[in-house]
């Protein structure tokens, strides 16, 4: 895992090559408190992590931190071979020494543009390392909780940078690239960073809020949960506003079927005969029976219509062939021409005047046809009664 230190940079000179020497001390022992979200541990708000001088003043530890590159700020990545040239700016030497709980590294800058950043203020070092976090809690000998413990650290690199000062988001001051976590520690005095360089500015709906990492993570989390509340509403309001459309094209769809039965009515309304014309009608329908009643008596006139009673009296009349391929004008030419000298009674005027009255069975008969025709076309333009 890559982690980070500042320290101060102790007796800079320039040499007469124009170089910048300098002493740095990096890797102390002890415990150093770092934020659980940095260091794989989101659930727990700050993780103490130990240092045992067996490790920080191991061989291995030491050996690597000779012959270090230094950086001007951290890179955004491990320096190995092939990307020395691209963030080198010098290297350290390799009169590694323990120096009370630090690490004592010197360091030279070959780097003029660097120089002149140290020159100018830039004047922190941040020393770049890996290492295995080993989660076996305990306590130091001078009593001290730990969560875990630093083994197998590796210098990496040693960074030139401005005083830390932004904790988890800003490792290396203005600009800078996050490298890895770096510790909490009380002051800021002691070449180090308190509470409130470790909190992060998230935004708030419009305002700036400064939070732990932690704070930052419950945050997003609730603004993702109002963000997801707000996107349910909307598409449940969206889904809503579809039912009420559909709706609406449905009801209006009945209104127009509605419409169209009405207009229908009104249709058949005004074309179901006048009184006038029912009274025309039943006069012609008496007349026609008359007459082919007294053509034959014998031919049946319920339900008959007009035509029928014609070719039914031509063929009493004239003989079947007459009317076997003729139409329906022929037939009415003959029906008119036998039918002149024929000379009905006025039975119809009789049942208009005095009331229908049963005679005889021809009588009777042509009275039966005239009330069925009056009763059918009376009502002919009225809706058929369901069964």
């Given at each position: 895992m890559q982690f980070t230190d500042a320290v101060t940079v102790a007796g800079t000179r320039r040499r007469d090559?124009?170089?910048?020497?300098?002493?740095?001390?990096?890797a102390r022992t002890g415990i150093q408190t770092y934020l659980g979200s940095e260091v794989g541990k989101p659930d727990m708000a700050m993780v103490r992590v130990y240092r045992p001088g067996a490790e920080v003043f191991s061989e291995a530890t030491l050996k690597s931190a000779a012959h270090r590159p230094v950086t001007n700020d951290h890179p955004p990545e491990l320096v190995n071979s092939g990307n020395w040239r691209d963030f080198a700016v010098g290297q350290t030497g390799d009169e590694i020494t323990?120096?009370?709980i630090f690490i004592r590294v010197p360091l030279m800058v070959s780097d003029e543009a660097a120089i002149k950043d140290i020159e100018g203020g830039k004047r922190e070092l941040s020393?770049?390392?890996?290492?295995?976090?080993?989660?076996?809690?305990g306590k130091t000998p001078s009593g001290e909780e730990y969560d875990a413990i630093q083994r197998n650290i590796r210098l990496n690199h040693v960074a030139i940078v401005q005083r830390g000062r932004a904790g988890s988001e800003v490792r290396i001051g203005d600009g800078a690239k996050a490298w890895g976590p770096a510790p909490i520690t009380p002051t800021m005095d002691?070449?180090?960073?308190?509470?409130?360089?470790?909190?992060?500015?998230?935004?708030?709906?419009?305002?700036?809020?400064?939070t732990t990492d932690q704070g930052a993570q419950a945050i997003d989390k609730l603004q993702k949960a109002v963000a997801d509340g707000e996107k349910k509403l909307a598409d449940a309001n969206r889904a809503h506003a579809d039912a009420i459309k559909a709706k609406d094209a449905e009801i209006a769809k009945k209104d127009e079927e509605i419409g169209t039965l009405k207009a229908d009515l009104k249709k058949a309304q005004d074309a179901a005969p006048k009184p006038a014309d029912?009274?025309?009608?039943?006069a012609d329908r008496a007349q026609l029976v008359t007459t082919v009643k007294a053509i034959d008596a014998k031919i049946e006139v319920a339900g008959k219509s007009d035509a029928d009673l014609r070719k039914a009296a031509v063929a009493a009349k004239l003989g079947d062939d007459m009317v076997k391929d003729a139409s329906e004008a022929e037939i009415a030419g003959m029906f008119r021409a036998i039918a002149k000298d024929v000379k009905p009674s006025d039975p119809f005027a009789a049942a208009l005047k005095d009331g229908i009255q049963s005679t005889t069975d021809a009588d009777k008969a042509v009275t039966d046809a005239y009330a069925a025709m009056v009763k059918d076309m009376t009502s002919a333009h009225l809706p058929a009664k369901a069964n």
């Open positions: 090559d124009g170089y910048l020497v300098a002493d740095a001390r990096i323990g120096e009370a020393a770049g390392y890996t290492c295995d976090l080993d989660w076996t809690g002691k070449e180090t960073r308190t509470m409130s360089d470790a909190l992060r500015t998230v935004v708030v709906d419009g305002l700036s809020v400064q029912i009274d025309k009608m039943v």
